[in-house]
């Protein structure tokens, strides 16, 4: 399959037309970006390891019934996906307190939180993603009914049940993550972008030792060592 026009550039992806109209072809970038793409570096491969784990991570999903965009890998850090309008909300699942929300309430880094947390993020650089309710969802048109909003939250919640399961015997704690999703021609939602830990907390389990993009955030550690580790422990589960 060969890339045709180039649809989007992210900060962290290309999307790309393929051959055929209903599929489309996402490219995974070595760039690194922080604090609203303030602070900026490269990892090379590191595009290729968030591809092979997204990939994984998908099919594993598939594989317990949630829809997602994910066709097939295409090379080492491209893959082909299916044709999706993007919402343009951030779906952001929470097990235990880190980042903003310590922040925003006060509540200690590390505090196991009693229930799953599902918040709504503005999908809009301008206005530096803000929190959002479902009223401002529905005034701002960002979805065409309310029934949307509790499909994004249900789907959230059955993907962290899903990922909470798997990386625990990766012996990894997942302590919150980030989707997005999109809808297909015939309205069907999908999960869409990616699973990598660009987008999501990994912690170990024993040591607490931090496998995400806060090791570039916060100047922690080698990114891509982190990535390679997150990866070799989702094959070793898979058993590959």
Request: net charge negative; charged share 30%; hydrophobic share 40%.
């Amino acid at each position: 399959m060969k890339k045709g026009q180039l649809l989007y550039e992210g900060k962290a992806k290309k999307i790309w037309e393929s051959e055929d109209p209903g599929l489309l072809i996402a490219q995974f970038k070595d760039d690194l970006t922080a604090f609203d793409a303030q602070k900026r570096s490269h990892a090379t491969g590191k595009g290729a390891l968030n591809c092979k784990i997204s990939a994984k991570l998908f099919e594993l999903l598939q594989d317990q019934g949630i829809p997602t965009h994910y066709v097939r890998c295409l090379g080492d850090n491209e893959m082909v996906i299916k044709r999706a309008q993007m919402i343009p909300i951030e779906v952001v699942v929470r097990n235990i307190a880190a980042g903003s929300l310590s922040r925003r309430l006060g509540i200690p880094e590390g505090k196991r939180l009693p229930f799953a947390l599902v918040e709504f993020y503005y999908k809009n650089d301008e206005l530096h993603d803000p929190l959002i309710n479902d009223e401002h969802a529905l005034m701002l048109d960002l979805v065409p009914h309310e029934g949307d909003l509790e499909e994004l939250r249900r789907l959230g919640r059955e993907v962290n049940v899903v990922l909470k399961s798997f990386f625990d015997k990766a012996n990894l704690l997942l302590v919150d993550f980030k989707l997005e999703f999109g809808r297909l021609e015939d309205g069907t939602i999908v999960l869409a972008d990616e699973i990598s830990p660009d987008s999501c907390r990994f912690w170990d389990k024993e040591s607490g030792e931090r496998l995400d993009k806060d090791l570039f955030r916060h100047d922690l550690g080698d990114v891509k060592v982190a990535y390679e580790e997150v990866l070799r422990r989702i094959q070793g589960v898979m058993g590959e």
